[in-house]
């Protein structure tokens, strides 16, 4: 069967399915996104549970002194590869094709973990084995998440884009709300061999689910890529993604200023966002005096607001920069709460609502920059827009991470909280932007059925 006849198989059953009435999801209707996706929750899920998982094991029972400075370290071995690779990351998924990538760094990821659980067996498992595993994790999915972004034209029309965003972003939140559950959980119970167990299962699983996916080859810059059968679809995608892809990822950036703007200020955000992923086993530990627990009821509020948020971002009113500005203050006051107000439950409700806003964030720029960018650059900015990102990441772990062995986990919720406000207010400056320029929704732009290009464009994680 060609990647033609699938679409066009998918297309009548979308058809029927709206002539009967309400159409089926997505993931339903198009088995290949549906597959696609399915991979992605189970990479992002193993490697979430890995970092719960683990972040727990340090705290919990592998370090007795400096746990926030060994738990900090962890975490910035989990997101530096997003940002050291990002130019090879960039040429990698312009120039191969997007399924041979996603099952690779898939496979590779599978094979770590395979290792790291055949290691943790014996007694004595090394802390630097387990951040070398960190790092290799981290690595195979700095490769698969830009590339699966940057597939999702070649797997979806045009008129499901922005439900497709919807899906492929609330990945993270599934993700976070599975993985978190049984991170800890399978720590104590089961032991880091146990927990890598687990997770070569997933991305393995993953692996499989990608290879069987048909990937429709897309036009760019004028050329016209013709659907190609099963066993040419690669080359095709191959011809089609590499030709183009000529620009620096500084280029890229550079014109769209409107965009980097909104990327710098998320990124001064992520200081203060992502070092929750330090401050919930310091939390747990030495203020709620809770185990593993109380880690997976956190991490799991925190998952199950993001999901929530991903599939109601895009009805969040107003234009993305004011909408979020105004998540960024909620998420500020969500977070430094718990700082005040020591009990499970409140930091459990407080986690929810950040995640939440995160979620509802994401959705409003990330399916803005889908449209926004150029087809031809969308591999490297991508990978640029996760390096961007992802650079305060490794920061934010090592300072939270170290400032937690000095100061009390109440405080850092409050160092949290305010200093999410300065990134709220500057994105709130930032204004509206010019329909037709760099960095703005041009006019012919598809808003979302219903909507207006310049006052609620669809976009996406910040």
């Known amino acids: 069967m060609t990647a033609a006849s699938v679409a066009v198989s998918e297309a009548e059953d979308g058809a029927a399915a709206g002539a009967g009435g309400r159409r089926a999801p997505l993931i339903l209707r198009n088995r290949a996104f549906g597959a696609v996706w399915l991979g992605q929750v189970l990479t992002q899920a193993a490697v979430r549970m890995f970092q719960v998982g683990v972040s727990w094991w340090i705290v919990a029972y592998a ?136 997770c070569a299962a997933a991305y393995l699983g993953a692996a499989l689910l990608v290879a069987n996916a048909r990937f429709r080859a897309a036009a760019t810059d004028g050329v016209e890529a013709a659907h190609a059968t099963d066993a040419t679809d690669a080359e095709a995608t191959d011809a089609v993604t590499a030709a183009p892809q000529r620009r620096t990822l500084r280029r890229i950036l550079a014109e769209l200023p409107y965009v980097r703007r909104i990327l710098i200020c998320f990124t001064a955000a992520n200081l203060f966002t992502t070092a929750v992923f330090v ?82 964030v994401s959705v409003r720029f990330v399916a803005l920059f889908q449209r926004l960018v150029p087809a031809a650059d969308k591999p490297g900015f991508f990978a640029v827009m996760q390096a961007v990102l992802g650079a305060s990441l490794p920061v934010a772990s090592l300072v939270f991470g170290s400032a937690g062995d000095v100061l009390s986990p109440q405080t850092l919720c409050l160092v949290q909280g305010v200093g999410l406000l300065p990134a709220a207010c500057a994105l709130a400056l930032l204004g509206p932007s010019t329909p037709g320029t760099h960095g703005a929704p041009a006019p012919s732009a598809s808003p979302a059925a219903g909507q207006d290009a310049d006052t609620h464009p669809v976009g996406g994680r910040p």
């Open 63 to 198: 370090v007795q002194d400096a746990q926030g400075l060994a738990s900090g370290l962890f975490m910035a071995a989990c997101t530096l590869p997003a940002v050291a690779l990002a130019p090879v990351v960039a040429r990698a998924v312009a120039r191969f094709a997007h399924r041979s990538v996603l099952r690779t760094a898939a496979g590779l990821a599978g094979a770590a973990s395979g290792v790291l659980a055949l290691w943790a067996q014996g007694d004595g498992l090394p802390l630097t084995a387990v951040y070398a595993a960190a790092l290799a994790l981290a690595t195979c999915q700095a490769f698969f998440d830009p590339c699966l972004t940057t597939s999702v034209p070649a797997l979806v029309d045009d008129a499901d884009i922005e439900t497709a965003t919807g899906f492929e972003l609330s990945t993270q939140s599934l993700a976070g709300l599975g993985g978190a559950l049984l991170g800890a959980l399978i720590v104590d119970r089961a032991g880091v061999a146990g927990l890598a167990a687990g």
């Open 279 to 360: 401050v919930i086993p310091l939390y747990t530990r030495s203020v709620l005096f809770g185990g593993g627990g109380t880690v997976a009821l956190l991490e799991a509020s925190l998952g199950a607001g993001a999901l929530l948020g991903a599939f109601t971002g895009a009805r969040v009113p107003g234009r993305p920069t004011v909408a979020g500005a105004y998540c960024l203050g909620l998420m500020a006051l969500a977070l430094a709460l718990p700082g005040l107000f020591a009990h499970r439950l409140v930091m459990a409700g407080c986690l929810a609502v950040a995640g939440w806003c995160a979620g509802a």
